[in-house]
């Protein structure tokens, strides 16, 4: 598949005529917001999945100090609570298939132990911690990611844990150690992973030099200093350094987004932080370089107001708001609480990528610059019409639910992936979608944001065209090639 440069974008895509559009629908949602005191600053996770099997995507939403709660999706835009194990002290959550039986499962993250809700495949969900055998913590976890490797059936876990509050002289420079869970013969051994800096958000995917790595993005308000953002390669089970290429970065780390922007087939990084959002691009052969500051995706300033302290960034997601074959950004800021040096009037932001590669801000004019303490979010296509809706998680205040109406987009395809195996889901695989010169690529991936993930089928815009050639790479190597329509939600099954 030939790969384009931006400049052909214009040429290629053909022209999607409107701007983007959301019409807010959150009187849709049952009354739910994330609230607490410190441990509960952080996190507000949002865990979007379908749990009954209709195709329409669900959502799980974090509690803090109030009950979690589990939000159907019943069609047309309307959703109901479902009962399910009352849990307080959640500060996110992740959809995971962990036992391969095609009814995705939850890990729970809590300022707290930690849990794991096996799912029934009817929204029902029941406490499987001890079942599947998860080593039991008392420890503040606010970041999550998950992989399969050497055959096992079933994942490998990495838990990122903020400040240790047992450590009498916190909270700062009290950061806590992080942890994997590795599947042994019956349940799973822990493994310490230190230092820890703080850890608000994880991702395992394949870094620039093509290896699979667990990023892990710290905040330096806690660590102070000596910290940094951190590279684990996960064959080598080693800290990357200047000698790898991983440059020394610190930041006030809240959230990760990754995505291939420029059509090399390297994913950039989006770290969202206090202050500037700095996305990283990845270079040939190794390391990551920071954008120019003319790229539009620093976000470094409220939009809105005349606000003129900084930003906080928290969830960061890519996806194509308007169907144009280019990538839109979205992320989710807020104030922590009440800190003074930092903006209290913080609107969403919502970057559309322009022809030329670069971003420029849409959300006021979008309707989504939401001025609440936003944390958690998601964009999924909640009536399934093939246009990427928005939910917004926000601290003591209601969700927030905005459907995607504009009037005129570019064609779409949506893919989900399925093997044999533990590995159900094919968590690692990598999806290549080629239409009219343009290749676009993501990696199949559980973990980054803020507090929560998806698993959804992956949707693409494809501008103008009628028809996508697919190549999926799955986590073995092994590649599978399909030319399918738009407009449609397809099921590629590795033979």
């Known amino acids: 598949m030939k790969r384009a440069v931006f400049a052909c974008f214009a040429l290629l895509t053909g022209a999607v005529s409107a701007e983007p559009l959301f019409e807010n629908r959150s009187s849709a949602l049952p009354e739910h917001s994330y609230s607490g005191g410190w441990e509960h600053f952080v996190g507000g996770g949002l865990a979007v999945f379908d749990c009954d099997g209709d195709e329409l995507p669900d959502i799980f939403a974090a509690g803090g100090t109030e009950l979690a709660q589990l939000i159907r999706n019943t069609g047309a835009f309307t959703f ?3 009962v399910i194990p009352e849990l307080t002290g959640v500060t996110g959550a992740y959809p995971i298939d962990v ?9 729970v993250l809590r300022a707290g132990p930690n849990m794991l809700l096996k799912g029934g495949g009817d929204c029902t969900f029941t406490d499987a911690t001890e079942g599947f055998g998860l080593p039991v913590s008392d420890q503040w976890s606010t970041a999550f990611t998950a992989w399969w490797e050497n055959g096992d059936q079933r994942p490998t876990f990495a838990i990122g844990n903020y400040v240790d509050r047992e450590d009498p002289k916190g909270p700062f420079e009290a950061c806590d150690t992080n942890a994997i869970l590795r599947p042994a013969q019956t349940g799973y051994l822990k493994e310490t992973l230190q230092p820890g800096f703080c850890s608000l958000s994880m991702l395992a995917a394949k870094d620039s030099r093509g290896r699979d790595t667990l990023r892990i993005s710290n905040d330096r308000h806690y660590y102070v200093r000596g910290g940094r953002e951190q590279m684990w390669d996960i064959k080598e089970r080693r800290f990357l350094g200047e000698e790898d290429g991983w440059k020394r970065v ?3 780390g809240m959230g990760i987004a990754s995505r291939d922007l420029n059509g090399d087939g390297l994913d950039e990084v ?8 700095l996305l990283q691009f990845a270079t040939q052969g190794g390391g990551y370089k920071a954008a120019p500051f003319g790229f539009g995706t620093y976000a470094h300033r409220p939009h809105v107001g005349d606000e003129g302290r900084p930003s906080t960034g928290w969830h960061a997601e890519f996806g194509d708001i308007d169907n144009d074959a280019r ?10 609480d009440q800190m003074p040096s930092m903006a209290m009037r913080d609107p969403n932001t919502l970057l559309q990528q322009q022809v030329d590669g670069t971003f420029r801000e849409i959300s006021q004019f979008a309707g989504v610059a939401s001025m609440d303490r936003s944390r958690g979010a998601a964009l999924a296509d909640f009536d399934l019409d093939g246009r990427l809706d928005l939910i917004v998680s926000n601290r003591r205040v209601p969700l927030e639910l905005y459907r995607n109406v504009t009037p005129t987009t570019g064609t779409w395809i949506a893919l989900s992936l399925e093997q044999a195996g533990g590995n159900r889901n094919a968590i690692g695989a990598v999806i290549e979608v080629w239409a009219e010169g343009v290749d676009q690529s993501v990696q199949h991936v559980i973990g980054g944001g803020h507090a929560g993930g998806q698993i959804l089928p992956r949707h693409f815009g494809l501008g103008a ?3 996508a050639q697919v190549r999926v790479t799955w986590p073995d190597g092994t590649q599978t090639e399909r030319s ?11 033979p």
């Not at 989006?270 to 959002?277: C, E, P, V």
């Open 484 to 494: 399918l329509k738009a407009g449609a939600r397809h099921i590629i099954i590795k």
């Open 99 to 107: 036992d391969a039986d095609g009814f995705l499962d939850l890990f």
């Open 250 to 252: 610190s930041l006030w």
């Open 270 to 277: 989006m770290l969202t932080s206090m202050g500037d959002q």
């Open 80 to 82: 109901e609570p479902r």
């Open 465 to 467: 065209a009628q028809v």
């Open 327 to 336: 990538v839109d950004l979205f992320i989710a800021k807020g104030n922590v």
